[in-house]
Each structure stands twice: as structure tokens, then as C-alpha cells.
């Protein structure tokens, strides 16, 4: 075995094995740290650096002296000092007539501790970005006082060979920057000084096919604008202005309170918007409009904007598309500036085959189950998490927090969650395997599923978290301690199929179908429910909203203003997706912006007028929602009107006021309707979807009185005007 450096002669260098150097040259060495740097031996200080290809290399100490190195083997130099004790010291590294002199990054300590590391390998890290990923920070020197500040990069990769680190500091060649693998741990490690804000980065990855593979941060903050792949280094300075909002948020309990969604593609409402124009334009929108929250479809970053965010590859960066995170960060305190929510999809379902990102993260399958019948999406051509894998269970959870903390998210919709429930989903057959009790229940994904609930509504109190939930399974809205699945809410996938078909039908055929609009009500409080009218509702040739209803464009656009009142009046919080409050007749595309020149036109100006009057009065009237979820804020008037296409029901308060809606889903106006009341005296109407003003035929109310009497098991009744595929809102005077 050959051995470098050991000489007689006046210095001493600290010797290598010829093995190590080789290891260290071809990046496979898991301790860099042990060759490179400073190291004392026998009462001198041995130096050594990796820099291939540089014409010299020196150590410049704090006086400016410098010491020549030489170049020992494979682009490594060494120098020795004369010092007992390891001093400050920086590099000069010459290439041609270009030096550069900084740090050596091989003179710090690890940045993690073992704290961390076990915490990691518990899956329990909930800071995990504080620790993982890049992040900026000051550092001190290894034995001496002085801090020097750079940046951080710590990766999970168990299974590689080697990990180096690539990117603008280096000229994209990892050779010079070989990280450091933390004991067992499968974490490599290394501090760049002087690194800072906008560096591009990946990792290089020795694979245990040999192969490298270039593969950006999992934990990456910010990324490059896509179709580019890299990371990029970014350290937040944004001072948030939303303290009041959290405080309030703290103590607030959405279930009882008014919830009105609206649902936003952020790169098609307004073509061309950065995150800082949407923080002037859209809140000034979503305000006038009366909306409580905004929920944004996936912005963690995703290379296809086909996708519309569900495809993602940095599950911690929003997307570069509309500027920096800090630029993100400004539009969410615009919003809570304004009082308005902000809820963001997130998918931790799955993630797309890209090599250079999550997939075959190190070479093999990491992130995703190994077993492709539990791995792999039939549907969708992505992986799976393997949600029973501490680390992923672990980077799952602290991205949830990562977005409620960091970006002071206040709800998270949690996309596709049956497709985790069931390992049998979309799969025939003998292409799935059972759970260890032989049940097609996915257990590994119900247990990930609770902790990020539960430790969600710990971490940020008041949120909301939302189940996109698409089958029976028990307790989704069940707290965590009675075997729930600990959301907040529910979409009501079955409520939205029921009265969608229900809309599609004409007129004529719609009393063979009236279950449609009345069987929700049978499990309306077996979880805290959204009504969602969703961009899934839109697209693929289901039309719009408007366009799914029969008739000429009059009738469309009154079913839809009618629809909407039975939305907004039916037990449960709602969720309506951009374009359909304009009465948009075609369906959405990602490629274009809201067809906003509608406006011009009075019927569809009314149907948007209409949707901020729903708002307004909806956030008026406790009945609609303060007993969202209890049955005593509900009761039919009218259930069984099959022939007329009608129905009326009341909404109560905790205090007894009341609210009445009635609809008529046919185009034929009903002029001496008796409507059963729940008290005798005088109403008034709130609101009529077929008010001139939204662009309907006028048959209106006003006030009305209600005698005494039984009536449909009511103690009062009133004879009123019945609008044609229209609705009314009433409110007692009294």
C-alpha cells in the first residue's frame, strides 16, 4: 500500500493511503472531512484541498501570508503549517489569471447534530427544512471564535455511493465538493462559506448501479423558472404583517362559522400576473366579492404547467413561475390583510417519474414503495410514497407544517385521499396485495394521514384540514383519539354527483330525479362537509357550469344563479372554482385567462353580481352556518314538491332566528305558491336569484306576511311568488 505525504524533512504531513485519495478523487469517499482541511499532526498542521485543474493553491493566513501548496495526487495539493493549533485560514485557488480566495469548506463541523439525526430516523423532525435541504447560515469556524456565514446542504440518500454537491459555485462540476455521509443515517452533509441567496444547485448522486445522476433538492425552497430543473439556494427576509390575523385565527372554529371558497389557478385567472400583481388585483377581486378564503391550486413547483400543480417535483418551493417565495409570502399577507383565507391544495398522494427529481431518488426506490403493486399509480404514471418509511413519513409531515408555518397557510386540501386510503384503488384484481389483517385497507397510509392532522391542528391552531375524500370510509372528520381520520372537513363528492346530474337533466325529467337535490341531507351531518363545485367539474368535456344545463343561455344562466342559492343555503361550507361566477359557458383551460370580456354583457355582469350578494348575505345570516354541523340548524318545508321541481327548507341560528330558502327548478314561474313558514307575521326577501338586477324576469316578492295555520306540519304559511328556475331567500321582520 502506497502512503503520501510521509517524508523526512524539516515538516511533517499528516500521511494518506493512496486507497483514501482514490475513494476521495472519485467521489466515493464517505468522510471527506477526514482528508480534506486541517488536520493537526505531530505538532504541525497538515492542509489539504481538492481543486483539479488549478494552476496553484495557497493558504493565505490572517496576516495575508501565504504558503504555497503542493500538488500531492489527482487534483488534491497539500501544504503544511507550522502552528501547534489549527488557525484561521482561507484559500487561494488560481486557474489561469483567475483567483479565487474564500473559506475551506472542509474546516467546519457538521451542521446537524444527533439530536436531528435520530429525530429524522424516528420520522418525528417536524423542522425537518431547518435542517434538511439549503439553508444560509453562520458558522464557526472549527476551533477557533469566528463565524463565517454560507450556506448549509444536507440530503437524504442512504443508498449512494457518494453524493457531491454541483452548481453555479462550482461550474456545475462536483468533483471539488464531495459531501460527507453522518454516520448511518443515509444524511450527507457539507457547508460552503460564502455561498448566499440565488445560488443554483443540485446533487450528484453515485447510484449503486455506478451511474451519476444529477438530482435537485427534495427540500429545495426556491427552484429555477421550468422548464429548468435546478434548485436554488434562498433565505427568507420577508417581515409578515398578519399578527392580528393569526391571533384571531388561533381562537376560531371554522365549522360554526361562515365558509365561501374561491378556488384559483393562479397562472390562468389573469394571464401574466406575477405572485405581487395577484397580491393588488385578485385580493381586490376576491374582497369585492365577498369571499372568505381563496384556495389555491398546488403551487409547490412542477415542471408541466399541464399538470396544474399535481404533478409536483419540489414539494417545499412554491413555483418560480410568479416571482421569488418572498413574493408568494406578500400575496398571502395581502390576503390576511384583507381577512381572507388561504387554503392550499397539497398532494402527497404521489409524484411524477422525473429522474432528476424525487424518483429513484439514490438510485433505488426511496421515496416511493418498492413493491410496484403498492408503489406505482395505475392511472397516473407516478410513484407512491411508501408511506410506512420513517424518513417519508417524516418529510410528509413537515412539508404540511412547512406551508402552515412558514407561509402562514390556513388550510391545506388534501388531494386524492382514497387513492391513499385503499390499496386496491384502480387496480383489478390480483394487482394489489392485502394489509397485514388481509383488508384492502392502506394502514401505513392511515397512520401518516392522522399524524399530519393532528399534528397540524397542534402546531396551527384554527386551520382547516380538508379531505378530497371520494368514498364511504367511516370518520374522516373523526378526531384522531376515536379512530378518525382527524380532519377538519370533508368535500361532498356525494352532494356534488347527486345535484350535478340533477342539473343536466331538463326540466320535464327532473321530478323522476328530486332524490337528487334532497338525499344529501340524509348524511349531511355524518362529517363537517365543503360543497365543492371544483376545476374537476370543468374540464375534460364536462363543460361548465352553465353549459351543463338544458335550455337556451336565459335558462342556463338562471339555473345556475338558482343552483348557487342552494349551494350557499345548504348545510356545509362552499368551494366554487374561478370562472363560474361568470356564468362562463366554455370550459376552463390552464392555457388562457377567465373569459373576463363576459362582463360586458348584462346577464352574465348579473350572474357575478349575484354570486357577491350570495356572499354578502350569506356572511350576514348566522342560520347559514353557525349549526353547519348539527341537524338542529336544518329542517325540510317543503321535501316531496316533485311535480313543481321545488323545494323549501329552513336554516336556524343558535338563537332561534331563522332563514327560508325555496327553489324552483322549473322554467315555469309559480304565482300563488303556499309556502309552510315556521312562524306567522311578517318575511321579507333577502335575496331572489330572478331579480332584474341579475339579469332575471322580475318575479319578485318584496314582503310578505305568513298567517297562522298548519301547514306541511309548519304553524304558518304564506302565498307568494314562486320565480321560474329561480330561488328566494326569506328572513322574519320580527
Excluded at 385503499?422 to 394502514?443: A, C, I, Q, T, V
Excluded at 325540510?636 to 332566528?657: S, V
Amino acid at each position: 500500500m502506497r502512503i503520501f505525504g510521509r517524508r523526512t524533512t524539516a515538516v511533517d504531513i499528516r500521511p494518506i493511503s493512496a486507497d483514501e485519495l482514490d475513494q476521495l478523487v472519485l467521489g466515493i469517499h464517505r468522510d471527506p472531512h477526514r482528508v480534506l482541511g486541517a488536520h493537526p499532526y505531530r505538532g504541525q498542521v497538515t492542509v489539504r484541498i481538492l481543486a483539479p485543474l488549478a494552476d496553484s493553491v495557497n493558504i493565505v493566513l490572517e496576516n495575508d501570508s501565504r504558503i504555497e501548496m503542493s500538488h500531492e495526487y489527482e487534483g488534491i495539493f497539500v501544504g503544511v503549517l507550522d502552528q501547534h493549533r489549527i488557525p484561521p485560514y482561507r484559500v487561494a485557488i488560481r486557474h489561469g489569471q483567475t483567483e479565487n480566495v474564500g473559506y475551506d469548506p472542509y474546516c467546519f463541523l457538521p451542521t446537524i447534530g444527533d439530536f436531528d439525526l435520530h429525530l429524522i430516523g424516528e420520522g418525528r423532525h417536524e423542522l425537518l427544512w431547518e435542517t434538511l435541504g439549503a439553508n444560509t447560515r453562520n458558522l464557526e469556524l472549527s476551533g477557533q471564535n469566528e463565524k463565517v456565514h454560507g450556506t448549509s446542504f444536507a440530503v437524504w440518500a442512504p443508498n449512494a455511493q457518494g453524493v457531491r454537491l454541483v452548481g453555479d459555485h462550482n461550474h456545475w462540476d462536483g468533483v471539488r465538493h464531495p459531501m460527507r455521509a453522518l454516520g448511518s443515517s443515509g444524511i450527507w452533509e457539507l457547508f460552503i462559506p460564502n455561498l448566499d441567496n440565488g445560488t443554483k444547485y443540485k446533487y450528484a448522486i453515485k447510484c449503486p448501479d455506478g451511474q451519476w445522476r444529477d438530482h435537485a433538492d427534495p427540500i429545495a425552497k426556491h427552484t429555477e423558472v421550468p422548464p429548468a430543473t435546478a434548485s436554488v439556494v434562498f433565505e427568507s427576509h420577508y417581515e409578515w404583517n398578519d399578527k392580528e390575523w393569526l391571533s384571531a385565527r388561533a381562537n376560531a372554529t371554522p365549522w360554526n362559522a361562515p365558509v365561501s371558497i374561491y378556488e384559483v389557478h393562479l397562472g390562468s385567472w389573469r394571464k401574466g400576473l406575477s405572485y405581487r400583481d395577484l397580491a393588488r388585483e385578485l385580493v381586490e377581486y376576491v374582497t369585492e366579492q365577498g369571499f372568505t378564503h381563496v384556495e389555491f391550486m398546488p403551487v409547490m413547483e412542477h415542471p408541466f404547467g399541464g399538470s396544474w400543480g399535481y404533478q409536483v417535483t419540489s414539494f417545499y418551493a412554491p413555483t418560480s413561475r410568479f416571482g421569488t417565495p418572498d413574493d408568494f409570502r406578500f400575496l398571502i399577507d395581502s390576503l390576511h390583510e384583507h381577512q381572507i383565507g388561504v387554503i392550499l391544495d397539497w398532494v402527497p398522494a404521489h409524484f411524477p417519474k422525473d429522474e432528476w427529481a424525487l424518483a429513484r431518488f439514490d438510485g433505488t426506490p426511496l421515496y416511493e414503495h418498492p413493491d410496484p403493486q403498492r408503489g406505482e399509480h395505475p392511472d397516473w404514471g407516478t410513484y407512491i410514497f411508501n408511506f410506512g418509511r420513517n424518513e417519508v413519513r417524516n418529510f410528509l409531515l413537515a412539508n404540511a407544517l412547512y406551508w402552515l408555518m412558514e407561509f402562514h397557510i390556513d388550510g391545506l386540501r388534501v388531494d386524492a385521499v382514497a387513492s391513499m386510503l385503499y390499496l386496491d384503488y384502480s387496480r383489478k384484481d390480483g394487482d394489489w396485495s392485502p394489509n397485514e389483517f388481509g383488508g384492502r385497507e392502506n394502514l401505513e397510509a392511515v397512520r401518516m394521514l392522522q399524524e399530519v392532522n393532528a399534528t397540524a391542528y397542534s402546531r396551527a391552531p384554527g386551520i382547516m384540514m380538508i379531505a378530497e375524500e371520494s368514498t364511504a370510509w367511516p370518520g374522516v372528520t373523526r378526531l384522531t383519539t376515536d379512530s378518525g381520520l382527524g380532519f377538519g372537513f370533508k368535500w361532498n363528492m356525494g352532494w356534488m354527483h347527486d345535484s350535478l346530474e340533477y342539473l343536466r337533466r331538463e326540466p320535464v325529467h327532473r321530478k323522476y330525479h328530486h332524490d337528487d337535490l334532497t338525499f344529501s341531507i340524509t348524511y349531511a351531518w355524518s362529517e363537517n362537509f365543503i360543497l365543492p363545485i371544483s376545476h374537476d367539474e370543468v374540464v375534460h368535456g364536462k363543460g361548465s357550469l352553465a353549459s351543463k344545463v338544458h335550455g337556451d343561455k336565459w335558462q342556463q344562466l338562471a339555473t345556475v344563479r338558482a343552483y348557487l342559492a342552494f349551494m350557499w343555503s345548504h348545510p356545509g361550507k362552499k368551494l366554487l372554482f374561478m370562472g363560474s361566477e361568470l356564468g362562463q359557458l366554455t370550459e376552463w383551460s390552464e392555457g388562457s385567462s377567465l373569459p373576463w370580456h363576459l362582463l360586458e354583457q348584462p346577464d352574465h355582469l348579473g350572474v357575478q353580481r349575484f354570486v357577491r350578494d350570495l356572499n354578502r348575505h350569506y356572511r350576514a345570516s348566522a342560520p347559514l352556518w353557525e349549526l353547519d354541523a348539527k341537524p338542529d340548524g336544518f329542517n325540510f318545508l317543503i321535501e316531496d314538491d316533485r311535480n313543481g321541481n321545488t323545494i323549501a327548507y329552513a336554516r336556524w341560528a343558535e338563537n332561534g332566528k331563522v332563514l327560508v330558502c325555496a327553489i324552483n327548478f322549473s322554467p315555469v314561474p309559480q304565482e300563488r305558491y303556499q309556502l309552510p313558514l315556521p312562524k306567522a307575521g311578517r318575511w321579507h326577501e333577502i335575496l331572489n336569484s330572478d331579480d332584474h338586477r341579475y339579469g332575471g324576469s322580475g318575479v319578485t316578492n318584496g314582503e310578505i306576511t305568513a298567517d297562522a295555520g298548519p301547514n306541511h306540519g309548519q304553524p304558518a304559511s304564506a302565498i307568494l311568488r314562486l320565480p321560474p328556475l329561480g330561488a328566494l331567500w326569506l328572513a322574519s321582520s320580527e
